[in-house]
T-cell receptor
Framework: QKEVEQNSGPLSVPEGAIASLNCTYS??????FFWYRQYSGKSPELIMS????GDKEDGRFTAQLNKASQYVSLLIRDSQPSDSATYLC??????????????FGKGTKLSVKP | DAGVIQSPRHEVTEMGQEVTLRCKPI?????LFWYRQTMMRGLELLIY????????DSGMPEDRFSAKMPNASFSTLKIQPSEPRDSAVYFC??????????????FGPGTRLLVL
């Protein structure tokens, strides 16, 4: 059973702080990992992808992957009120005969207080 | 690029009516995905196509749901007959899948469906 789990939150952090979002997944065969941001009433948009163990940095965002622990995280440095949104973790695995699809967690709602 | 286009953006219908949702993927993308999002269940994959061929429809809730992709630039998701529990936001997404690499999925704006 493929599962992606996230703490639903809400996670509340003060402006300028580091927000840490966590995700665990159940399928050890998973190969690709994504973080999407979804503002209220809008569609998900990709902010980070990561494929290898370790850290990947893009501006204020850092994605961390630990395949042995089946754990993915997203750090947001210098959090801004505009970062307030729901963050969706998505995991991909290619099954035999499949071109691959994403399994999404239910998302963590982040609130950054001015 | 115009991005993924979905229509209608909002749909209100009565139980038992047929509902057709439409999607135009990003030009050049070879994979198309239909998702449903609710507060209770989150974002669920309903079906996805690769090169216009349905690959995995295990997420389609029941026979009332059907999806087609007659060509690379158009797909429909049909619900017949609709029920109140079908009320949700339906997203279409497209991507360019090269070999075994899962490229970024780009989401359309969604269709908000309310079945009374």
């Amino acid at each position: 059973q493929k599962e992606v789990e996230q703490n639903s939150g809400p996670l509340s952090v003060p402006e300028g702080a580091i927000a840490s979002l966590n995700c665990t997944y159940s399928d050890r065969g998973s190969q690709s990992f994504f973080w999407y941001r979804q503002y209220s009433g809008k569609s998900p948009e990709l902010i980070m992808s990561i494929y290898s163990n370790g850290d990947k940095e893009d501006g204020r965002f850092t994605a961390q992957l630990n395949k042995a622990s089946q754990y993915v995280s997203l750090l947001i440095r210098d959090s801004q009120p505009s970062d307030s949104a729901t963050y969706l973790c998505a995991v991909n695995k290619f099954d035999e005969g499949s071109q691959g699809n994403l399994i999404f967690g239910k998302g963590t709602k982040l609130s950054v207080k001015p | 690029d115009a991005g993924v286009i979905q229509s209608p953006r909002h749909e209100v219908t009565e139980m038992g009516q047929e509902v057709t949702l439409r999607c135009k993927p990003i030009s050049g993308h070879n994979s198309l995905f239909w998702y449903r999002q609710t507060m209770m269940r989150g974002l669920e994959l309903l079906i996805y196509f690769n090169n216009n061929v349905p690959i995995d429809d295990s997420g389609m809730p029941e026979d009332r749901f059907s999806a087609k992709m007659p060509n690379a630039s158009f797909s429909t998701l049909k619900i017949q007959p609709s029920e109140p529990r079908d009320s949700a936001v339906y997203f279409c997404a497209s991507s360019l899948v090269i070999l075994l690499d899962q490229e970024t999925q780009y989401f359309g704006p969604g269709t908000r469906l309310l079945v009374l």
